[in-house]
């Protein structure tokens, strides 16, 4: 790894956080929060510092451009300093439990959005605004990150052909580390923004339409449905499924929506969300029966397909049998979207590439090609597709039988597992965790698994395939 090149990137990195840290600081102050406000001021300053320190080690030095082993060094770092230096508002809320305090930021980062907090825990608004934050510089990192990984491992994004300066990387030095950032940020806060403003005028207070939002354009969960003095209504409803839609696909697409708007509606990935969600809505139905509308179950189904739930009650969560909820829960998701990765993608690469080798059996000498929307599918890809489905059967065991030796019954291990690498509220099992042996082990195993499923095994698995 170029150690210049994953400085100079950190620095910039860490600039750009000191930023909605001193505005969540400045809130707290306003609100008379001094506690609070100063481990906001912590925040800013380590952020500040380090930023100035690792710019003034890289000046004049000259830096060569980044490899694929170099982007994934620095989502590593980034992940890492996201998930200390976020979790350091949170100690107060969490009764300066370090472990609880480190999961309520890991989660909010990865988009996951469960919270370990006491369930008659208020949080100030400065916290909460702390937690949108997170849910949105950990999805414009990973969606940025997947970007810049695949590019550099030598195969192609669904949507990046289009011409767009903001989202055009022919290669990567410093710089261009931030443009898919700055250009995915700034999607996800206008998306954010557009739908918070539906949602005001719909009667919801600052609060509820901030948390909302964010929570679906990002498919987290900035803060449970029920916290929600009334229930939202059909308008409130129809909104935040568009949103959670949005936040479900092609993220790259939906930033060239106006330039190209029949590519993101003719595209496999979004036509394979629509369909899941049509599917998943009629075993719903068949399984709740007549205890919730058709406008319900829709909302229900988009929110396990998008890994959020933030549409789902827990009354109705439980009446949805197990299989239903770990099948829709894992399979949802399309490439490079906040929903947390390419899982639909790589399911269409495997089916190209099986139908090719169908081919060479009927024809053992012909010359194909494995492709995607007529685009060659290099063979360095493929073989990180496959370590990702094998990788992600054998870490999924692994942490369910660690989750059981601390505590957990066979369900919620298994849950837990898939819930916490897929990032995914709707599956994750948090119950047991509190009640289990040694809590704080469970809550940074569960911590470290969801920002394993937050850098996703192929960005791991492109160390070993990149030159």
Request: hydrophobic residues 55%.
């Amino acid at each position: 790894m170029n150690s210049l090149v994953l400085i100079r990137a950190l620095s910039g990195f860490l600039a750009f956080f000191a930023i909605p840290s001193a505005l969540c600081a400045a809130w707290a102050f306003a609100n008379d929060h001094y506690e609070q406000a100063s481990l906001f001021i912590l925040v800013v300053t380590t952020s500040v510092v380090m930023s100035g320190v690792f710019s003034i080690a890289t000046q004049n030095r000259k830096i060569s451009n980044a490899k694929a082993k170099d982007v994934v060094g620095f989502l590593m770092l980034a992940w890492g300093v996201l998930a200390i230096l976020g979790s350091l508002p949170f100690l107060e809320v969490s009764d300066f439990r370090p472990a609880v305090a480190l999961f309520e930021a890991v989660s909010c980062a990865t988009t996951t959005g469960t919270s370990l907090l006491d369930e008659d825990t208020l949080l100030p608004a400065s916290v909460l605004a702390w937690r949108g934050v997170l849910h949105i510089v950990g999805a414009a990192l990973s969606i940025g990150g997947m970007i810049m990984v695949v590019r550099l491992v030598g195969s192609s994004v669904p949507g990046l052909d289009t011409t767009t300066t903001a989202l055009t990387l022919p290669g990567a030095s410093q710089r261009s580390f931030f443009r898919a950032f700055w250009a995915i940020g700034s999607l996800l806060l206008a998306l954010s923004s557009v739908v918070a403003f539906f949602l005001l005028m719909d009667g919801h207070s600052m609060r509820e339409a901030y948390g909302l939002a964010v929570s679906a354009i990002t498919t987290g969960q900035v803060f449970p449905i029920e916290e929600i003095g009334e229930a939202p209504d059909a308008f409130s409803r129809i909104i935040l499924i568009i949103a959670l839609l949005l936040g479900s696909l092609n993220a790259i697409l939906v930033f060239n929506i106006f330039r190209t708007p029949m590519k993101l509606l003719k595209n496999y990935e979004t036509l394979a969300v629509v369909a899941l969600i049509f599917i998943l809505s009629a075993l719903i139905a068949v399984q709740l029966g007549s205890e919730e509308g058709p406008l319900s179950i829709l909302a229900i189904s988009t929110s396990i397909v998008s890994t959020s739930g933030i549409l789902i009650a827990p009354s109705s969560l439980a009446e949805i049998s197990v299989p239903t909820l770990l099948f829709f829960g894992f399979i949802g998701g399309a490439a490079i979207s906040a929903t947390g990765g390419m899982k639909i993608y790589r399911m269409l690469v495997l089916l190209s590439q099986t139908g090719r080798e169908f081919s060479r059996l009927a024809q053992p000498n012909a010359v194909a090609n494995t492709s995607t929307d007529a685009v060659v599918i290099p063979s360095r890809f493929i073989l990180t597709v496959w370590a990702y489905l094998v990788a992600f059967a054998v870490l999924c065991i692994g942490f369910a039988c660690l989750y059981a030796l601390l505590g957990a019954n066979f369900e919620q291990a298994i849950m837990s597992a898939l819930g916490a690498i897929t990032n995914s509220a709707v599956l994750l099992r948090i119950d047991w965790v509190q009640a289990g042996d040694m809590p704080a082990l469970a809550e940074l195993i569960l911590s470290f698994c969801m920002i394993l499923g937050r850098l996703e095994l192929l960005l791991l698995a492109s160390l070993l395939f990149s030159e």
